[in-house]
């Protein structure tokens, strides 16, 4: 009998076996992970909107979830809720692209100062360009901002040096930043703070080579700080709320996504202790038996969270007696909450949803002005993800939008 390569392949590889007749919620496209976290290992989390998900997951789940910013003893715990507290590690929002992840690296050691740094609204509050929506209703001054910023950056150091485990969810290419330094801001100026200006702003969509250069760069400046660090990479797979390119929403959607998904592989295949999670193909892909999308289109439902985190536990939490007693511990310990009554999704996603900010009667009043819209959104409740979404042309890397402003074209079907 004649053999060639695919004689003895394993299932895995095989499409019938692997997918077709996978019983319903079972799919599971990991085949090996490279390594695997004790229940002692310190598990931080950073990313789009769909990364809050996974950070409540191991919290509830009795896992060693990193918090390096907490509240002032005397915040109560819906007060800490509402500034945006335990969303992630350290309170820095939702991170939609690589450069929003390298910069803020760079910023906490300060090797890196926006010129951008505080935006001044009329009634004299002050917005953090780079967490636009973490203080609702801004900080009183720029004093107290930069003294809280101070504060989150000693948290963001303390997470990067002391973490054994760092989690990303990238959700964007497309971004907008100063055109004077490159600080690459969550949201566009102008939709949660700040004034646009095409003279001092411009719109880039990241390639394939910017996010891996990004993050090559950011692992380089991690492991400095903290060299038994690992990373798993993943994409969230929450469509574009809006499009700064001028085409149609899916197809700038389908390429921020691909150009995410490439460079995840080009760098886990690249980089040591580098590892990539398919979040997003369990849910976007159609592969699944159910749709994981709730009828917005965009919201992953409750099963395909719970679809998603039963993957990534099997392959990187180890199981045994002991871990297991100790993880029981710590749900018992730990800020336990029940699962909410109302929508999922929209509960989960709440307390961070940048997109918001940009709503369909926003976009149409700033039609006739210069209001700049952006981003990738969830359904009511959603996440910043669809906010900061623009997408980019496949064949150019971090190509600028072709019309001067490009803010008001396209943001709306």
């Known amino acids: 009998m004649k053999t060639h390569p695919y004689s003895k392949t394993p299932d895995y590889a095989l499409w019938r076996r692997a997918v077709a007749e996978v019983a319903p919620g079972e799919l599971d496209p990991v085949v090996q992970a490279p390594f695997r976290l004790g229940v002692r290992e310190k598990i931080a989390t950073a990313g789009s909107c769909f990364a809050q998900h996974i950070g409540r997951y191991l919290k509830s789940s009795g896992c060693n979830y990193l918090v390096t910013e907490a509240p002032h003893a005397f915040v109560s715990p819906q007060a800490a809720d509402a500034l945006n507290y335990g969303l992630y590690t350290a309170r820095y929002g939702n991170i939609y692209t690589s450069r929003q992840l390298l910069q803020l690296f760079e910023r906490a050691y300060g090797r890196f100062t926006p010129k951008e740094n505080h935006w001044l609204e009329r009634g004299g509050q002050a917005i953090d360009p780079f967490r636009p929506q973490i203080q609702p209703g801004g900080f009183n001054s720029a004093r107290e901002l930069d003294y809280d910023r101070e504060r989150h950056f000693e948290a963001v150091r303390k997470a990067f040096e002391t973490l054994d485990l760092f989690v990303f969810t990238l959700g964007l290419t497309e971004l907008w930043r100063s055109r004077e330094d490159g600080a690459a801001f969550p949201l566009c100026p102008g939709v949660a703070g700040g004034d646009y200006s095409p003279a001092r702003h411009e719109f880039v969509n990241l390639g394939v080579d910017d996010v891996v250069d990004d993050m090559t760069e950011f692992i380089r400046g991690l492991r400095a700080v903290n060299p038994a660090a690992r990373i798993i990479l993943t994409v969230s797979p929450v469509p574009l709320v809006a499009t700064a390119e001028a085409r149609h929403v899916v197809a700038s959607t389908m390429y921020s996504k691909s150009a995410l998904r490439v460079a995840c592989d080009v760098l886990s295949r690249s980089l040591s202790q580098v590892a990539y999670f398919p979040s997003y193909e369990i849910v976007a892909g159609g592969y699944a038996p159910t749709d994981y999308f709730a009828p917005d289109r965009r919201s992953v439902t409750q099963e395909g969270v719970a679809h998603v985190m ?8 180890k199981r045994n007696a002991a871990g297991e007693a100790l993880r029981g511990a710590l749900r018992t310990l730990g800020p336990m909450r029940s699962a909410p009554v109302e929508d999922p999704i929209a509960a989960a996603m709440r307390l961070m949803c940048d997109e918001e ?13 210069e209001a700049p819209p952006q981003t990738e959104q969830a359904p009511k409740n959603a996440s910043a993800e669809d906010l900061a979404a623009q997408e980019p042309l496949a064949d150019k890397p971090e190509h600028q939008a072709d019309s001067a402003d490009p803010v008001n074209q396209r943001l709306v079907d």
Request: net charge neutral; aromatic share 10%; charged share 20%.
């Open 310 to 317: 039963r993957v990534f536990e099997r392959h990187f939490i």
């Open 357 to 369: 900010a940009l709503s369909l009667a926003q976009i149409e009043t700033a039609s006739g002005n």
